[in-house]
């Protein structure tokens, strides 16, 4: 006889409650509420909505400008009293095409003035803000409007459009889209221009908006943002008001931000405001101090103009920002990992210190901060006043999994109670992801990924059980062979490591893919060893034995540095492409997706293993 008990409705119910007892800092369900990480609820920072910090800024510096976009007539500029008023005519146009409370309103186009209005006039109106990346197929668009409920779609033009309408028969939720970028090329029910969807607000009064607002609570959700993988569902990560108005004034703060009638910060915007770290820094912390923030080109990330370290290191420090362009900026900023030792020291030789910031979507995008008289190379600065890091499961040099806790971590993952709660335990802590150490000076030191089970591990594990960190020897790689754009070191349950490479290919500035031509740099070097080299082809197919003795006397180079014999590569391959976002090896912010790799070169890789002629 089975001893299993089914559970009746009422039971499942107690449960449930009993559950978030335990956990009251985290919540699964869209129209949630939770309890906020305050120690001491005298001295820390009073709950306000996102309506809240935009109005008060709207109120006190009124006629200070807000936006501006580069149109072909000139530039467009919206003050911060004309900013929260377009917002709440947005906000009134959601209600007027039916906009539900905690259902989605799903943003999906280049940055601009109508991002970030559409963003915020749909907080306003009682739904959630959902950033979704340009790069999007319509599957992932798909399953992201069925999970957040996506009433209303936001797009900037015809190709972003053409993938809402193969899949709108599936959206049981949707009733509008509005198109807020060139002319309407689609006739259809529904469909409106952004001018179209503002007029809308008119049959809607303020105190129907007035009441909808005064209805919202800080501890309460309005932001939804996405972390799509190769390997495993979808995850909505909840942010609150509390999450977003918190961590907006704690990061301004800490970074110094000046405030008008003093001076007003500019801020120049480039990176997708659907990654929350740009998200915050761009939009949400310009709001905080009334700065002014301009909206990029779109062509701004396809310039590539070298960083000519010979010719800038004979300039001045100001003669040498002028000529990399960056002569009016005061801080320099890193959001995650990524950048190189000698990247740093080159800025660094330039009086232009780099200063690294750390964060995770569930962290709202920031959690350590590094400042101009406070950083240390190689760190990510300190923790966010009244926000805590921690490190659990230490290794013989104190490097372990990062643990952090504030007012800053995320509510949880929406309907996703079993992923929240491993995420988040009964005190508020979230598990990073992340491995690392704290100094005795508390300056955070990230390393890598870490080896809970909770996330994908950078960590490779060899079939003889040693676990190696492939961050360190694919930088090694890369210092040595200066040709290598990005190196991938695999290897995981396999005897020994094998390393994936990429050469510096010039972009294609209209489609973002890399082409078949060498970059000027990778062209200079090979003349350097007497290769004839100028495409990627021509090493590849051709064979060219000298840049392939240079590649391989870099990885033998490499190899002798390390400690264990384990960690050497032991063969490689040159890939027939650069990585690229549009391909798919990288994320919205350049950062490599080692599961994304795995799953593309998949043939290489078991290529590299399939004659095994490794003599151990």
């Not at 900023?333 to 800025?347: E, K, M, V």
């Not at 400690?563 to 976002?581: E, G, N, Q």
Request: charged content about 20%; hydrophobic content about 35%.
């Amino acid at each position: 006889m089975s001893s299993c008990k089914t559970l009746s409705p009422k039971e499942r119910d107690r449960q449930s409650e009993a559950k978030a007892k335990e956990h009251p800092y985290c919540t699964s369900k869209r129209d949630g509420e939770v309890h906020l990480r305050q120690e001491d609820t005298f001295t820390s920072q009073a709950p306000i909505t996102v309506h809240d910090m935009v109005m008060n800024t709207a109120i006190k510096y009124a006629n200070y400008i807000a936006l501006g976009s580069k149109h072909r007539n000139g530039w467009h500029l919206l003050t911060y009293i004309e900013y929260y008023e377009e917002c709440r005519r947005a906000a009134k146009a959601f209600l007027k095409l039916g906009l539900e409370r905690f259902h989605g309103v799903g943003i999906m186009g280049l940055n601009s003035e109508e991002w970030v209005i559409a963003s915020i006039g749909a907080i306003m109106a009682g739904g959630f803000s959902v950033g979704i990346l340009a790069t999007n197929s319509p599957k992932a668009c798909q399953v992201i409007a069925e999970s957040s409920e996506i009433d209303i779609f936001v797009v900037d033009n015809d190709r972003q459009l053409q993938k809402i309408i193969q899949i709108q028969g599936s959206l049981k939720h949707l009733k509008a889209i509005v198109q807020y970028k060139e002319e309407i090329r689609t006739r259809m029910q529904n469909l409106y221009s952004w001018r179209g969807f503002l007029d809308l607000a008119g049959s809607v009064s303020e105190d129907t908006l007035d009441r909808v607002i005064d209805s919202q609570k800080p501890n309460q959700c309005c932001t939804l943002v996405y972390s799509l993988s190769a390997t495993s569902p979808p995850k909505a990560m909840m942010l609150s008001h509390d999450n977003i108005t918190w961590t907006t004034l704690a990061t301004a703060q800490r970074l110094s931000y000046k405030c008008p009638p003093e001076a007003q910060e500019i801020l120049v915007n480039y990176l997708p405001l659907s990654y929350m770290g740009a998200q915050l820094l761009d939009m949400w912390v310009s709001i905080s101090v009334a700065g002014a923030l301009y909206f990029a080109q779109p062509d701004a990330l396809r310039t590539h103009p070298p960083l000519c370290f010979g010719l800038a290191k004979r300039l001045t420090f100001n003669q040498a920002r002028k000529f990399l362009g960056l002569h009016h900026c005061r801080q320099y900023f890193s959001l995650g990992l990524g950048l190189s030792r000698a990247t740093l020291d080159y800025f660094l030789s330039l009086n232009m210190p780099i200063l690294a910031l750390y964060g995770l979507s569930e962290s709202t995008g920031i959690h350590t901060v590094s400042r101009q008289h406070d950083f240390r190379l190689l760190s990510c600065g300190k923790s966010l006043p009244r926000t805590h890091i921690k490190t659990q499961n230490e290794d013989d040099e104190g490097i372990g999994d990062i643990y952090i806790w504030g007012r800053n971590v995320f509510m949880g993952y929406l309907n996703d109670e079993e992923n929240t709660q491993e995420k988040i335990d009964a005190h508020g802590w979230l598990c990073t992801g992340d491995l690392g150490f704290l100094d005795t000076d508390k300056f955070l030191y990230v390393v890598g990924n870490t080896r809970a089970p909770c996330l994908h591990a950078d960590i490779i594990t060899l079939s003889s059980g040693e676990r190696i960190n492939p961050n360190p020897i694919e930088e090694r790689v890369k210092r040595y062979i200066p040709l290598v754009r990005y190196v991938v070191v695999v290897g995981q349950d396999a005897p020994y490591l094998c390393a994936l490479l990429t050469l510096k290919c010039q972009i294609n500035t209209e489609t973002g893919e890399p082409r078949n031509a060498l970059t000027s740099e990778a062209v200079a070097l090979c003349r350097q060893l007497r290769s004839q080299s100028t495409r990627l082809s021509d090493i590849i197919y051709d064979g060219d034995p000298v840049v392939l003795e240079f590649i391989g006397q870099g990885i033998d180079a490499a190899n002798a540095e390390v400690t264990s014999h384990s960690a050497k590569i032991m063969k490689w391959t040159i890939l027939r492409t650069d990585f690229s976002v549009a391909g798919g090896e990288l994320g919205a912010t350049t950062k490599l997706k080692r599961a994304m790799v795995a799953r593309i070169y998949q043939a290489e890789i078991e290529n590299l293993y399939e004659e095994d002629d490794y003599d151990d």
